[in-house]
Nanobody, 126 residues
Framework: QVRLVESGGGLVQAGGSLRLSCTASEGTLSSSTMGWFRQAPGQEREFVGAVTPRGRVTVFGDSVKGRFAISTDNDKNAMYLQMNSLKPEDTAAYYC???????????????????WGQGTQVTVSS
């Protein structure tokens, strides 16, 4: 029932910015914890950030804290990941995910999320 679609990835020079979008099924944002994860070739899936239902609280991984931000638009059923000061090590496939139940202390664990988008590739050149 929950559908997630990412968009906005691309090629960007180091120091630049991108904004990723995750469009969700109607009602998902109001009832789910929403997360962003990324995975580079040969690397483990890495937590990027998450937002609690209705966008009340956000949390970020250490590697992106201070550079990335998450926002939501309930009317558009969309979540956004604003990425600034991009570095080559940010290169990865980025995925949005939804957990339609409370996971207040497990935001970083990808196994807590039940629904996933197909991903969008972000490549940062040096």
């Amino acid at each position: 029932q929950v559908r997630l679609v990412e968009s906005g990835g691309g090629l960007v020079q180091a120091g630049g910015s991108l904004r990723l979008s995750c469009t969700a099924s109607e009602g998902t944002l109001s009832s789910s914890t929403m997360g962003w994860f990324r995975q580079a070739p040969g690397q483990e899936r890495e937590f990027v950030g998450a937002v609690t239902p209705r966008g009340r609280v956000t949390v970020f991984g250490d590697s992106v804290k201070g550079r990335f931000a998450i926002s939501t638009d309930n009317d558009k059923n969309a979540m956004y990941l604003q990425m600034n000061s991009l570095k080559p090590e940010d290169t990865a496939a980025y995925y949005c995910a939804a957990a339609p139940r409370p996971i207040p202390y497990a935001y970083r664990d990808f196994r807590q999320y039940d629904y996933w988008g197909q991903g969008t590739q972000v490549t940062v050149s040096s």
